[in-house]
């Protein structure tokens, strides 16, 4: 999955969301914009700075702007 709202990465992947940088480092464990998180399967975790929500399904790391 990847348009200008969302993308889809996997460990030690990275990308950008707009001009927001998203990385999954390694398994279950992400950064966006220079902030750092680890996040198990199934969870969520906002990042509120960037207006971005990223979520782990299995090895999906899905990153996704949010409306502000």
């Given amino acids: 999955m990847s348009n200008e709202n969302a993308i889809t990465l996997h460990p030690r992947q990275h990308d950008k969301l707009g001009n927001i940088y ?5 398994e279950g464990f992400i950064a966006v914009a220079g902030d750092v998180h680890d996040i198990a399967d199934g969870e969520e975790v906002m990042f509120d700075k960037v207006h971005i929500k990223a979520s782990r399904k299995g090895e999906d790391y899905i990153f996704t702007r ?3």
């Fill in 66 to 68: 949010m409306s502000h």
């Fill in 22 to 26: 998203c990385g999954v480092t390694r």
